[in-house]
Every structure is written in structure tokens, then in C-alpha cells.
């Protein structure tokens, strides 16, 4: 078994490197270092063979190469051989090694050595330490010494400069009471000074022992010194108001006693102001800081108002009133000359007060108010019994321009009580001018009721037309006959050449364009806007104009009324055209929204609730959540709701109305027998019959299409020189004669197509004989030639329209409501 195994062994070993199939093939790098280890082992057997003789057995013993039996001896071998060569390698590691020990061993030495020094040196540091802080404690305790000798200098001096605030006191008091100080002196102001000083001291140090008893010797020398004050600028007020009210000459006039009262009376009272000036300084110097000083200047400003007032409340109330004796009936120049008499004596009082202080007060604020109150006072009655627009409108213009933003704007300060006083009056007669508009509105254009000769439409539009055609041509022979005369011409008549030489320049005008042949209510209502513009604010202008626009709409509506039934229908609606558009253009310019926020209450669901209480009156006292006295009490409360009414919507859609209407009514007349055919046969049924009736025989067709033609033959000449009378504007006449013309020209061609429908032959239609649009379209443009060639009267002139049928064909385009203003100009109507 054993020797199975072994040969088993072997015969795996000699597999090892068996050319086919190698149990454990050997890298080039494995071969190569068996082939260098053979040559070493080679090399040394080889190296002992020559240093010995072959014959000496014991050193082949002794040789490095031992007998190798078996892998492990090999093994073996090999690794003492590896041993050796490592030892032979590091033998001069090993030698430097050494000599890093010597080295060691030479720092350790030295290290010891340094360590024995160190121990030295902190003895004699130690030594060093011990002498110096004896010798600092020395020093230190000379300092202290010195340092206590100065703080008991030092409390010594603090201890004398605080008995000095307390042995001041009978020192002051003696220089106070002692007959010979002034108090306008430098020594009065000096004293003042130190008392207040000490006055200060006591307050900041009192928890010094007995500080409040010399608190109040010091308060009360303080009262001392202020009572002095008190009592000197008393005196010299006095004196200077009595010096200004002393005896006056009775034979002096009003003018002569007010230019006493503010020019002498300033004069003498301004003498006075040196002896107060620095007096009054002092004080408002200190007032800042001390409440007790404060009160003394507002009583020496209260006492300096009171005696002003004495000298000059009543010569100003005095002058206020001769000025309204005066200019009994002209407010106007009442208000400029009262106001001009305040702003002077409000700038006077300010500039003689400023000469006794350095800064205002709410006693000259007072006395100032209560000078302008006597303004207020005069010009309240007149304001509040004035019935005039335009003297309200006036004397708003006044208070707001020229007196608060020309005036008191520019000088705020002095002028401050005249401003509250021009915004009371203002704003009295801004109340009393809306009331006065409202008043006037009722009643001179809601319930205005016009005159014959207002509503003489068209007669007084022909006669002004006449009347400023002879004018043209009076002032054309004028001008021809004026190159040959030589004489002298006067500052109106050349103003009057001027106006004839651009009425010359003009295009031929129209009664149209004259502002005074407005309607009276559209005159009013634009006059009392223009009025009213500058003097109101925004909101109660925007609200009274919207009324007055609303009452204005309504004014005309009822004027055209009037005249439709006095001449017709188109004159009425031309008239209402012509004034909506005026009113349209006129308050174009007002940077304003006509709109305002109505709120009404909404009772609509108290009913409801009511209702729903009356048919549950078990419940009314129920106890649970079904009460219904509970549920109206909850439901039944009105709604607040917001109506947002705009007037110039309200024009817009008034004038877009009534040009709808005013359409209807031209092409009612233009096609009016037409038109009432078209509807007849429109509604019979079925249309396929229609040519068996007897009223749509084409000989009847034919008359209607023929009556239609001499309508427009007859009636467009007329109907445009109405257009042109009353709006004066080619492009307003365009806009509103299109659709008509286009409506006529519909209703042939529903002819053409009635025929083509209804079976109509071809004979029936040469005797209906209805032209196509374009004929159609020629005959009316003709006819407006021979209208423009050739003088025509207006429709209203001629005919009387008795009834007009309303036919719902005709329409403004949704394009052309209304003629659209672009520019607004006073006499003119600009589309």
C-alpha cells in the first residue's frame, strides 16, 4: 500500500511538467528562477572546488552545501541561505545603526547637562521675582499715599463747590429785592441765570440733605423774578395801548381813522418793542426747557393779543362795515376789498408781532381768528341772501383764486386765519350755489315754458339765415366802398372792420351755429355748468351736473314735443337732434364723470315676509325654529341697492332714439305708400296667392312704386335743406341721410324680390316698372343735385305731416349710432 502510494506520487510528480497535459505547469518567470538558482548553487559548489583539494573529505563536509534528500531539507537549505545573504546585506545598516546610538546616547548627555542649567537659571529667576515685588510694593504703597491725599483734595473742593449752590440763596435774594435792578438789564438776566442754575441743581441732586427746603427758596425767588417780568411787560403794554387809545380827533374821517389805526397805531405800539425784545427773548429762551418760564411767555402773548385787540378789533370791525356801507349792492367788490383790508392787517399784526417775539403763537393765532371772524361775520348775511348764479360763481372764483391760492397759498403763515376763514365763506357759498342751481334748474329749465318765438322752428332759423346773409353782403359792400374813403376811424369801428373781415374769411355760417339760438333750457343749462365748473368741487359738480344734464334732456324732449305738434314730426326731431348734439359736444370738456351712485331701498322682500306672516299665524309664537315672527323678522329687512346713473350715457341713448325715429319718420316719407304695400303683402300667406288679390295687381304695384318716386322727387329736397337748416354740419346730415337713402333703396329692391317670389311674369313687372337699386341709387343722388342747385324750402314749410305710420324695417347702423364729436367748439356743432 505504501509503496503503491509512493510510486503514485512520484509518477503525479514526473506529471508536473509533462509536455501534454501538465498537472502543475511552471510561468517563465517560475523557470527562470529555478535556471538562476541552479547557476548559484552551480557557482558556489564550483568556487569550493578550486579553493580546496579534491581530496580533503572533512571540508566537502564543512562546504555550505548540505546533503538535500528530500523537499523539505531543499526547503530548509534554501531558507538559511536566504538568511545569510540578508545578514551580508545589512551589515552597513547594522553600522549605521551603531553610530545613530552613539549619537544618542552624546544628546542624551547634553540634554542632562541643559536640564542641570535650567535649574539654575529658575533659582536666580525665583530670587529676581522676591526683590522686584518688594520693591513694587514700595512704589505701589507711595502711590496710594499720593492718591488719597488727592481725593481728599479733591472732595475738599467738591464739598465748597456744592455749599456754594446753597449760599447763594440770601445773596440773590438781596440783588432781587434791591430797588436800583432793572429788569431790561444785563444783571437782572445774569441773576435770572443763576437761579435757574441752582434751581436745576437742587432738582438733579435731591437726595442731598436739606436740598428740598432750598428747592423751594429757589422756586420761590424764581416766582420773584418772574412776577418782575410779568409786571414790567405789563406796564409797557399798557403804556403803548394807552398812548394808542388816548383821545382822537371826532372830525377825522372813516379813511383817516383806519389809516391811524394801521399806521399809527403800528408805529407807536412798535416803539415799545425794544424795551421788550430782549425781555421777551430771555424767556422764550428758557421757555423751552422749563415749564414755568412756558407759561409766562403764553401769558405775556395772551396779554400782548388783548391789548392788540383793544387797539385794533374795533377799527377793523369798523372799516369792514363802512366798506359793506359802501358797496351795499356789489359783492363782488365787497368780498376783494374786505379780504384785501385782512391780508394787510393779518401781514401787519405778524410783522409787529415778530418785533416782540421770535416765534408764533396760539394767541396770535387767536387774536388773528378773531379779527377774520368779523369778515366772516360781514360777509355771511350778503353770501346767504344772493340769488344770482353768476355773482355766486363770481365770489366762489374770488375766495378760492384770488384770495386763497393767489394770497394765502403764497404766505401760509401770516395769512393762515384769513384761509379758514375765505374756506367757511366758500364754502357758504358753495352751499348757497347749489341751492341757487337747483332752484334755478327747476324752475328755468325743467318748468320752463317756452315762448312763441322759442319755438318757431323753422321760421326763426330762415329769418336768422336771411338776416345774416343781408349782413354778409352789407359788410362785402363795405369792405369794397372802404378803399376809397379817407377818413378817420375810431377803436370800434376798426374792431368792427375786424369782425367783418373774418366773418368774410369764414365759411357761410348757418343759424345753427349761433349760441343764441340755442334752445332756452340748453342755453341755461350749459351756462349755469360753465358757471359752476370752477367753483364747485369735483363729486358736487359731477352730482348737480348730472341733474342738470337729466332735467336739460327732459327740457328738450318737451320742446320737441311742442313743435312737432305745432309744425311736424321731422322739425320736432331735427330740433331735439340739433340740441342733444349741442349738449353732447358742450360737456365734453369737463374733465368730469357724469356719473352718480344712487341708493335706494329694496322693500320687495318686507312684502314677501309679510306675506309669509299672514299665513302661518299658528307659528307666530312657536317656540322652536320654525317661529314665524323670527323668520320675518330675518327676511323681511330692505335691501340697500347701488343704481349707477351716467348722463352722458342718458344723451347718448336719448340721441340715438330719437335719430331712429327721425329715419323712420324721412323714409316714411320718402316711401310711405311703398312701405305700407310691402307690409300688407308681407304678412298675407301663402305668397303664392298674392297676385290674385286685387290690392297687389301689378297696376296697383305700379302706382305705389310710382307714388314712391314722386315722394322722392317731391320730398328729399325739402327734408335735406331741413337737415341742412338745423345741423349745419355736412357730416352730420351724411351720417343721418344714409341710412335713409339706404332704407328707400331696400324697400325697391323688396319689390323686385316680392315680384320674383309671389310668380309675378315678366309683363307684370314691365308694368310695375320697378327700378333696379342702381337706378334707384342715381334718381336720389340726382334729386340731392337739384336740391343743392336750387333754393328750397324746408320741409316744415310747406307740408304738414298729420300721421306718420312707424315702420319697423329702418334702423341706425350699429356703426353710426350717433355722430361722434371731435372737438368741441362754443358756436359750432363738429361731428
Known amino acids: 500500500m505504501d509503496n503503491m502510494s509512493l510510486k503514485e506520487i512520484q509518477s503525479k510528480l514526473l506529471l508536473w511538467e509533462a509536455s501534454d497535459n501538465p498537472l502543475a505547469p511552471l510561468t517563465s518567470d517560475q523557470r527562470e528562477a529555478i535556471l538562476d538558482l541552479e547557476s548559484v548553487i552551480l557557482g558556489v559548489s564550483g568556487g569550493l572546488d578550486d579553493e580546496k583539494p579534491e581530496n580533503d573529505d572533512e571540508e566537502l563536509e564543512k562546504s555550505n552545501i548540505p546533503p538535500v534528500d528530500t523537499t523539505y531539507d531543499f526547503l530548509e ?142 422756586r420761590h425767588l424764581q416766582n420773584r423774578a418772574i412776577s418782575l417780568i410779568r409786571s414790567y411787560v405789563t406796564h409797557v403794554l399798557n403804556h403803548a395801548t394807552e398812548q394808542m387809545l388816548a383821545p382822537k380827533d371826532e372830525d377825522q374821517t372813516d379813511q383817516e381813522t383806519m389809516d391811524t389805526a394801521y399806521a399809527v397805531y403800528f408805529g407807536k405800539f412798535q416803539a415799545a418793542a425794544p424795551k421788550l425784545k430782549m425781555v421777551i427773548s430771555e424767556v422764550e429762551s428758557r421757555a423751552e426747557k422749563n415749564a414755568d418760564y412756558a407759561s409766562l411767555l403764553a401769558d405775556v402773548s395772551r396779554e400782548y393779543a388783548a391789548r392788540r385787540w383793544r387797539v385794533a378789533g374795533a377799527a377793523t370791525r369798523g372799516a369792514l362795515q363802512a366798506a359793506a356801507a359802501r358797496q351795499l349792492r356789489d359783492h363782488c367788490s365787497l368780498a376783494r376789498a374786505a379780504c384785501s383790508l385782512l391780508a394787510h392787517a393779518c401781514r401787519d399784526e405778524c410783522a409787529l408781532y415778530n418785533h416782540f417775539f421770535s416765534n408764533p403763537s396760539p394767541a396770535l393765532e387767536e387774536y388773528l381768528q378773531s379779527l377774520c371772524t368779523g369778515l366772516y361775520e360781514t360777509l355771511r348775511p350778503h353770501i346767504i341772501h344772493i340769488n344770482h348764479l353768476e355773482t355766486l360763481a363770481e365770489l366762489c372764483v374770488i375766495l378760492r383764486v384770488e384770495v386763497i391760492e393767489e394770497q394765502v397759498n403764497n404766505d401760509p403763515i401770516r395769512l393762515a386765519a384769513l384761509g379758514q376763514c375765505a374756506r367757511a365763506l366758500l364754502q357758504d357759498a358753495q352751499e348757497r350755489l347749489v341751492f341757487r342751481a337747483h332752484v334755478h334748474l327747476r324752475a328755468d329749465v325743467l318748468l320752463y315754458r317756452p315762448a312763441q318765438g322759442d319755438l318757431a322752428y323753422p321760421q326763426k332759423l330762415l329769418m336768422m339765415e336771411q338776416i345774416a346773409m343781408s349782413i354778409q353782403e352789407q359788410s362785402l359792400k363795405r369792405s369794397d366802398s372802404r378803399n376809397s374813403m379817407v377818413s378817420d376811424i375810431s377803436a370800434t369801428s376798426q374792431e368792427v372792420a375786424n369782425i367783418n373781415v373774418e366773418a ?124 314665524a315672527l323670527l323668520e320675518f323678522l330675518l327676511d323681511g329687512t330692505p335691501l340697500v341697492r347701488e343704481h349707477l346713473l351716467d348722463s352722458r350715457k342718458e344723451v347718448d341713448r336719448q340721441l340715438k332714439s330719437c335719430c331712429e325715429m327721425f329715419i323712420r319718420d324721412a323714409t316714411e316719407i320718402l316711401a310711405g305708400p311703398m312701405i305700407a304695400f310691402i307690409e300688407k303683402a308681407t304678412a298675407f300667406t301663402p305668397i303664392e296667392q298674392l297676385k290674385s288679390q286685387p290690392w297687389a295687381s301689378p297696376e296697383e304695384m305700379a302706382v305705389a312704386v310710382k307714388e ?42 323688396q319689390i323686385e324680390q316680392l315680384l320674383t317670389n309671389a310668380g309675378y311674369t315678366y309683363e307684370d313687372t314691365l308694368i310695375v316698372a320697378c327700378p333696379t337699386p342702381e337706378q334707384v341709387s342715381v334718381f336720389i343722388s340726382s334729386a340731392s343735385l337739384i336740391s343743392h342747385s336750387e333754393p328750397v324750402q324746408p320741409y316744415g314749410s310747406k307740408v304738414k305731416q298729420s300721421v306718420i305710420r312707424k315702420p319697423s324695417v329702418t334702423s341706425v347702423p350699429e356703426k353710426e349710432e350717433v355722430p361722434v364729436a371731435v372737438e368741441a367748439k362754443p358756436n359750432t356743432i363738429t361731428i
Open 708 to 749: 314712391a318716386q314722386k315722394r322722392v322727387r317731391a320730398h328729399l329736397a325739402p327734408l335735406q335743406r331741413s337737415m341742412q337748416l338745423y345741423l349745419a354740419n355736412k357730416e352730420t346730415e351724411f351720417i343721418l341721410f344714409r341710412p335713409i337713402r339706404n332704407n328707400v333703396v331696400g324697400y325697391f329692391v
Open 504 to 627: 368774410q374769411r369764414r365759411p357761410q355760417g348757418s343759424p345753427a351755429d349761433l349760441h343764441g339760438m340755442w334752445y332756452p333750457g340748453v342755453r341755461r343749462t350749459l351756462a349755469a355748468l360753465s358757471r359752476l365748473y370752477r367753483c364747485l368741487e369735483k363729486k358736487v359738480f359731477q352730482g348737480l351736473a348730472q341733474e342738470a344734464i337729466s332735467l336739460c334732456v327732459q327740457s328738450v324732449d318737451s320742446a320737441a314735443k311742442q313743435i312737432t305738434a305745432n309744425t311736424t314730426s321731422i322739425d320736432g326731431e331735427l330740433f331735439q337732434i340739433k340740441h342733444l348734439l349741442i349738449l353732447r359736444e358742450q360737456i365734453a370738456p369737463f374733465q368730469v364723470d357724469f356719473i352718480v351712485k344712487e341708493t335706494t331701498l329694496d322693500f320687495s322682500n318686507m312684502k314677501n315676509a309679510a306675506y309669509g306672516l299672514i299665513q302661518k299665524p299658528r307659528q307666530i309664537f312657536s317656540l322652536n325654529s320654525n317661529n
Open 77 to 218: 537549505w534554501y531558507e538559511s541561505l536566504c538568511d545569510s545573504n540578508i545578514k551580508s546585506d545589512d551589515t552597513p545598516y547594522e553600522a549605521y545603526h551603531k553610530q545613530l546610538d552613539d549619537r544618542r546616547n552624546e544628546c542624551v548627555s547634553l540634554t542632562n547637562q541643559i536640564g542641570a542649567t535650567m535649574s539654575d537659571l529658575d533659582k536666580l529667576s525665583e530670587q529676581y521675582n522676591f526683590v522686584s515685588n518688594k520693591t513694587n510694593a514700595l512704589h505701589t504703597m507711595s502711590e496710594q499715599l499720593l492718591a488719597d491725599q488727592n481725593k481728599l483734595s479733591s472732595i475738599g473742593d467738591d464739598i465748597k463747590q456744592k455749599l456754594h449752590y446753597f449760599t447763594q440763596v440770601e445773596h440773590l435774594s438781596q440783588r432781587l429785592n434791591s430797588p436800583t435792578m432793572s429788569v431790561n438789564s444785563e444783571t437782572f438776566f445774569s441773576v435770572l441765570a443763576k437761579i435757574d442754575e441752582c434751581l436745576e441743581y437742587m432738582r438733579t441732586n435731591n437726595n442731598f440733605k436739606e436740598s428740598h427746603t432750598y428747592l423751594v427758596k429757589y
